[in-house]
């Protein structure tokens, strides 16, 4: 009789299993259902050209590049704390912050005309340095201390330095709107004809596109080829091991929020190029959507942050035009997509790269 109980136990759970899954790939099919058929509509009425189809392609680039260099620092941080750095945001913030203020200096001195170019790299540098310190300090206070308590612990923390460093800035900065000066050598575009129809390629957009790709190589050069790459993977697969190996553990973390920071500056710095307007609460959406792109591409993996992120970014651009819906929408799409990653394939599209003994 036991075993017969046991067995008709067995037998429900993956009848229920089955059901869940089959429920599951229904609702799959209908979203896929749905998207072909608005898209077939949309084709179908030939009201957009390719000159929208290539100009929402490289917007979406850009905003995907933004995304991606946001999604790194999570990604490092995961990898190596298994933790959500949910401050991250503002850190973001910061260097949007900092890189206003330096370009403005630059305009108001007139550097910004006489020398452009010496003007906007030191623009980055400061927009990645300021950052940069700014996570070492939130390492060391909010999360070292906070190194063995239970995984929650640290998540809160994040959420009270996050809500802390946003309203530092709105105390420190004003609520007022913070518009970037214009940057001539950058404002121009190549046109070129599609279709009969001219397409304008910004400039600005294009050196996003190339200086993110660079700082991507750079950092998977420096995690796979260098004494601190290895240094930082170690530490991800086992800290105490790490540390009778004589690696200084704490130092490997701070590098890591460290550069995380920086890419986080300098993306600051880029979307207030792009956009021209930063605010205290500025890294809030931005870095809820790198956050799902990280989640979108495996967290803990770099090169798929790097994936998601501009995944994610094509997807806000492309899909409302290709869907014919509302563009107010994109963040329910970039939200959705995240839902049904998450249901299909929980680990991401790369997956996640965790050691043996967190997984």
Same mark, same amino acid.
């Given at each position: ?9 067995r =037998? ?8 869940? *899954?089959?429920?599951? $790939?229904?609702?799959a099919?209908l979203?896929?259902?749905f ?6 509509? =949309? ?13 929402q392609?490289?917007?979406? !680039? ?5 995304? +991606?260099l946001?999604?790194?620092?999570y990604t ?12 991250h945001?503002?850190?973001f ?6 890189g206003?203020f ?6 108001r ?10 003007a906007?790299?030191? =623009?980055?540098?400061?927009g ?33 330095? !996050? ?14 709107? *913070? ?9 121009? +575009?190549?046109?070129i ?8 390629i910004?400039?600005?957009g294009?050196?996003?596109?190339i200086? =993110? ?11 796979q080829?260098?004494k601190?790459?290895?240094a ?12 009778l190996?004589g690696?200084d ?7 890591t ?13 880029? $979307?207030?190029?792009w956009?021209?307007q ?9 870095g809820?959507?790198?956050f799902t ?7 803990? #993996? ?15 651009s ?7 819906? #509302?563009?107010?929408? *994109? ?14 394939r929980?680990s991401g599209?790369?997956?996640e790269?965790?050691?043996?003994k967190?997984?």
């Amino acid at each position: 009789m036991a075993v017969s109980t046991k067995t008709r136990a067995r =037998t429900s759970t993956q009848f229920e299993l089955s059901s869940s *899954k089959l429920t599951l $790939w229904v609702i799959a099919v209908l979203v896929i259902a749905f998207i072909v058929w608005r898209l077939a509509g =949309t084709l179908a009425q030939g009201k957009y050209g390719p000159d929208v189809w290539i100009l929402q392609t490289i917007n979406g !680039s850009v905003q995907g590049a933004m995304y +991606a260099l946001i999604a790194l620092g999570y990604t490092l941080v995961y990898g190596i704390l298994f933790m959500i750095n949910f401050a991250h945001g503002e850190i973001f913030m910061i260097g949007a912050m900092a890189g206003y203020f330096t370009l403005t200096g630059f305009d108001r001195a007139g550097v910004l005309d006489t020398n452009p170019l010496l003007a906007v790299l030191v =623009t980055f540098l400061v927009g990645m340095l300021t950052p940069l310190i700014s996570g070492i300090f939130l390492e060391r206070l909010a999360y070292r201390p906070l190194r063995r308590a239970p995984r929650l612990v640290p998540l809160i923390s994040a959420i009270g330095a !996050s809500f802390f460093l946003q309203q530092a800035a709105r105390l420190l900065f004003g609520i007022r709107l *913070k518009v970037y000066p214009t940057v001539d050598f950058l404002a121009g +575009a190549w046109v070129i004809t599609v279709g009969g129809k001219d397409v304008r390629i910004q400039h600005l957009g294009v050196v996003i596109i190339i200086v =993110t790709i660079l700082l991507m190589i750079g950092l998977y050069v420096l995690v796979q080829r260098t004494k601190i790459g290895k240094a930082m993977r170690a530490v991800a697969e086992d800290k105490d091991t790490a540390a009778l190996m004589g690696i200084d553990v704490n130092y490997v973390i701070m590098v890591t929020f460290a550069i995380g920071s920086a890419l986080a500056g300098a993306a600051g710095v880029m $979307w207030g190029l792009w956009y021209k307007q930063v605010i205290h609460t500025v890294g809030f959406m931005p870095g809820l959507k790198a956050f799902t792109a990280a989640v979108l591409g495996g967290i803990g #993996n770099i090169p798929g942050a790097m994936l998601g992120g501009f995944f994610l970014g094509l997807v806000e651009s492309i899909a409302p035009t290709a869907l014919n819906l #509302n563009t107010q929408l *994109k963040d329910v799409l970039a939200f959705g997509l995240l839902v049904i990653v998450l249901i299909f394939r929980p680990s991401g599209l790369l997956g996640e790269v965790l050691s043996g003994k967190k997984a």
